[in-house]
Every structure is written in structure tokens, then in C-alpha cells.
């Protein structure tokens, strides 16, 4: 099992392809009437098939070899792993401890000025090609902004759009993951008469502006390197918010062959007890060799520059801070049995699907199961990947486009990077349990979209992923199981935070300027 195991799954068509105009809108509008930004904003040009398509350069083939005996292939992976920042393309790896230091402007409206100490930041930020080729045991550092850090540098341009961010995109960033339409009709997360959200964290309900994401061996060397990072920033002009840490939480001592590579060491598990990872994605040679790989391609997770090139290699993150109810979620296993709590996940334990079609765990796609009587429709792995779906005739087709239903297409990709949080007490001791552990689920995609689509449409509508399903309340993991006249409907996950962050190229860091004029 993975929470959020999310690999691939396609933009349904009245959203708009996964090659969205999200992230490659045509020229940038200055002067448009009201009619034209809201066909731009819904991207109807793009549904039927005549936006405007700017030319993008080419992202180095995969899988990415700097060492490639072909000197040109060599030279366009190394100067594209020079341009983007680390921990997207190789997971973290420095002993699995990975921190978050949330911070703010100090002088939000000093835009110049915070461009200064972004561009003096870009030196602190470790690449992709350093992180391939330092000692394993260095700290990796990345920077991120939120849509208030971009404004506090006057990087989002006008209200308007009208600066290197396309108008749609401009609209999402300003307002955050905590805007009314973002909790209620995408996040499904619980809110108050006034839609404030009524489990989040205070420093998620305020505005932080940005975060450094650094990566080390140990939590204790992890709290020296974020406090490191710090000391650095704070005479500059960042104030401290938060800190969030977590890791790879391996108990056991025992590796697990998995079916295709012998482990050297225990498989990663989540707070449930189920082996998570299955599905991170690769793109350097080693990783993939697995010859049942989700396959995702460099444009799924960075802008390809076609806007501005500056954007070339820069990504969007998804942060999400999750309280698993482990409590709950055991006293289901011990009163309905483990064969329940599979259904909930998707997976047994050791993370073998219950669609099973071979040895590897992800070496199925649920031909064998169009029915659900195997791995339930409201199953997590069968909500965040559907895999594969049986056709329809064009008359289906069309009616559920009128409808606005989703079609459940195998082809949306998001890049999960993850860690778990909580102290090992919690997490290893079943009766004594706080329930303050969860997941700090991150995940790298070049549109936004990917996340919002599957996050408000997958996991809640109850006809995905196919036909008619009135019991289906959603993914069972995180809505819960439907209320019967035995049982209280419940769920095993809390939402405490999160946030959409933008995360440059390092030629953007480097030459970042405000676009707005102001000083």
C-alpha cells in the first residue's frame, strides 16, 4: 500500500489534456474581455483542439544518463540535471530524513529586495547533478514558494496574468489550496460556516511563503542542517513559521524481495503497516530496470519553458500533511478482519494487490477485475490508479462529457516523494498509539490539475472508475466506508494542512527580478 500511491492517471477531457493550458497557455493577455479569460480560464480552446501551442525545447531522452558514452546525449542530460533542483528526480536517499522549514517575507512588499535574497538563496540549492554525483550521506536542499512568496516577489505578475504565469495558474497560486473553492470542491476537507478549515494546523490556515526542503542521514543531523538553513536566512529577511519533519520508516529488520530485485534492506511502511513505495517512479538507469515501471515522462513533472524559458525545469509540489487514525484503523482489522482492511487499501500487507495478475506488485491492471469482486471500486490503489478501463461507444461518451464526468484514463502522472511522520513510539507500539502520525505527502507534477482532478474528482465521485456504483462513497481510505445500520461511517484520515508550491529551475532563482514594477 501506498497513501496517495498515485502514478498515472489521465486529465479527463473536460478538464483538459495532460499537456494543459495550464502550463502551456498561448500569448500572455493584457486586454481581454471578460468572455475570452473565462474560455481561457476553463481551457475550452484546448478541449476542442485549437489553442495555441507555443514551441518548447526538448527534455534530455530517457532514462537520464549524464555518464552516456554518446557525448551529445551526455551533455543535454548534464546541463538539464544543472538547471533543476534535487529531490525530484531521485528520491531523498540521505538516510531518509527529510525536513520542511516554512517560512515568510519579512517585508512581503519589499519586492526587490526579496529577489535579492532569493537570487543569493539559488547558491544554496542543491541541483540534480549534484545530488547524482555527491557522497550519499551529504544534505540536499531545495527552495519552494508558495502563490504569497511568489508575490512577495512580484513574480506573479498583475492580477490579470500578464507576467510569466499564465492567468489561469496566476488565479490558483494567489489564492492557495486554502481558498473556498479549493477545500470544498476539490480538497473535500472539512470546514466551518465560515469555510475555514476545521482540522488544519494554525500555520497552514496563515501564510507562510515558501519552504526549504533539506534532506540528511539522521533526524538529528536533519535538525542541525535545518537549523543551518536558518541561521543562514533569518538575517536576510525570512522568518520562521514551522518546521515539518519525517522519513522513510523502515521497522523490521528483515529485506523483502519484491519480486524482481532483492532488497538490501526493510521495505519502506506507512503508519498502517502497509509497504509503501511500490509505485515511485524512476528515471535513471538502475531504477529502471524494473521491468514493470509506471512510466512517466520529464514533461509530466517540469515546465517545458515554451511561456518563459526561465520555467524550463521548474515543477509545481503538492503538500499535504495527513493524520492517519492508526487506532481506528486497527480496531477495523481486529473486528471485520484483515481481509476488510485489504479491501480498504487495495493491497495485503507485503503489498501484493488484490487484483494480482503476477509476482511484481505492479504487474496488474485490473483487466482481470472489471467487476470489482477482487479489489473493490473504493479501493485506494484502484482510486488514485485505475490502470486500465474497459471502452465505451461514443454515445456514452458524449452523454458523460455533457455531465461532466470523468473519463478514467490511465495516463496522468504525478511524481510521489513522501515521508512519514510521528515518533517511533507511536508508530511501533499498536496499543499506545497517539494518533499523531501521518503521512507528509509530497508529490512533483508540472500542472496543478493533475493533483486537483484526482484529489476532487477520482477519490470522491461514485461513478469512477466505471459505471454506476451508489454504495461507492469514494475512496475508502480517505472518506471511510459508508454508514451502516450497524456501523458509524467513519474515516482513517485527517487533513491538518497543505499547501501548492512552485519549485524554480535555478536559472530562475539565480536571475529572478520583480515583474510588476514595484519596488
Known amino acids: 500500500m501506498s497513501t496517495f500511491p498515485i502514478a498515472s492517471a489521465r486529465l479527463p477531457n473536460h478538464v483538459g489534456s495532460a499537456r494543459s493550458s495550464i502550463v502551456r497557455a498561448g500569448a500572455k493577455p493584457s486586454t481581454q474581455c471578460p468572455v475570452t479569460r473565462f474560455l481561457r480560464w476553463w481551457s475550452l480552446p484546448k478541449w476542442m483542439g485549437f489553442a495555441p501551442q507555443p514551441t518548447a525545447d526538448e527534455f534530455p531522452e530517457l532514462p537520464l544518463e549524464p555518464n552516456s558514452p554518446d557525448p551529445q546525449r551526455a551533455t543535454a542530460t548534464r546541463s538539464f540535471l544543472e538547471e533543476v533542483q534535487g529531490n525530484i528526480l531521485s528520491t531523498h536517499h540521505r538516510g531518509d530524513c527529510v525536513g520542511l522549514w516554512l517560512f515568510a517575507f519579512a517585508h512581503p512588499k519589499a519586492h526587490a529586495a526579496n529577489c535579492a535574497v532569493v537570487n543569493a538563496a539559488a547558491g544554496r540549492v542543491t541541483s540534480a547533478w549534484e545530488q547524482y554525483t555527491i557522497p550519499r550521506e551529504q544534505s540536499v536542499r531545495s527552495l519552494l514558494f508558495t502563490g504569497s512568496g511568489l508575490l512577495a516577489c512580484g513574480a506573479l505578475g498583475r492580477a490579470d496574468g500578464s507576467g510569466s504565469f499564465p492567468p489561469d495558474l496566476t488565479f490558483w497560486l494567489r489564492g492557495g489550496m486554502i481558498q473556498r473553492t479549493e477545500l470544498k470542491a476539490w480538497m473535500h476537507d472539512p470546514v466551518d460556516s465560515k469555510n475555514r478549515p476545521t482540522t488544519w494546523e494554525e500555520h497552514y490556515t496563515g501564510s507562510f511563503d515558501g519552504a526549504w526542503l533539506v534532506s540528511a542521514p539522521t533526524l538529528s543531523d536533519l535538525e542541525t542542517r535545518l537549523r543551518e538553513v536558518r541561521e543562514w536566512a533569518e538575517p536576510l529577511g525570512l522568518k520562521h513559521v514551522e518546521y515539518e519533519q519525517g522519513r522513510v520508516w523502515r521497522p523490521g529488520s528483515a529485506p523483502v524481495d519484491d519480486g524482481a530485485h532483492p532488497r ?256
Not at 517512479?281 to 514533461?299: C, K, V, Y
Not at 507534477?445 to 470522491?460: I, K
Open 264 to 519: 538490501k534492506k526493510p521495505p519502506a511502511r506507512e503508519p498502517f503497516g502497509y509497504v509503501d513505495g511500490i509505485s515511485t517512479q524512476h528515471f535513471f538507469p538502475l531504477g529502471r530496470q524494473n521491468p514493470h515501471l509506471l512510466s512517466t515522462e520529464l514533461d509530466d513533472v517540469f515546465l517545458d519553458g515554451a511561456l518563459n524559458r526561465l520555467h524550463r525545469g521548474g515543477s509545481f509540489m503538492v503538500l499535504r500533511k495527513l493524520e492517519q487514525n492508526v487506532r481506528a484503523f486497527r480496531e477495523h482489522q481486529q473486528t471485520s478482519g484483515q481481509s476488510a482492511a485489504d479491501n480498504i487499501i487495495g493491497r495485503t500487507p507485503d503489498g501484493t494487490p488484490l487484483a494480482a495478475m503476477g509476482r511484481h506488485p505492479n504487474d496488474f491492471d485490473f483487466s482481470n477485475d472489471e467487476s470489482g469482486s477482487l479489489c473493490p471500486f473504493s479501493a485506494h490503489i484502484r482510486r488514485a490508479n485505475p490502470r486500465k478501463v474497459r471502452s465505451e461507444s461514443f454515445f456514452k461518451q458524449f452523454f458523460r462529457f455533457l455531465g461532466g464526468t470523468p473519463k478514467p484514463e490511465p495516463e496522468l502522472h504525478l511524481v510521489r516523494r513522501g515521508v512519514v511522520y510521528g515518533s517511533d513510539q507511536d508508530l511501533q507500539n499498536p496499543a499506545g498509539v497517539t494518533d499523531k502520525v501521518g503521512l507528509l505527502f509530497m508529490a512533483y507534477m508540472s500542472n496543478l490539475d493533475t493533483f486537483r482532478v484526482l484529489q476532487g474528482n477520482w477519490f470522491r465521485l461514485s461513478n469512477f472508475p466505471v459505471g454506476n456504483q451508489p454504495e461507492n462513497v469514494g475512496d475508502a481510505l480517505i472518506y471511510g466506508l459508508p454508514k451502516t445500520d450497524t456501523r458509524p461511517a467513519r474515516g482513517w484520515i485527517t487533513p491538518k494542512g497543505g499547501a501548492y508550491l512552485y519549485v524554480p529551475s535555478l536559472p530562475w532563482l539565480r536571475n529572478l527580478k520583480p515583474e510588476t514594477g514595484q519596488p
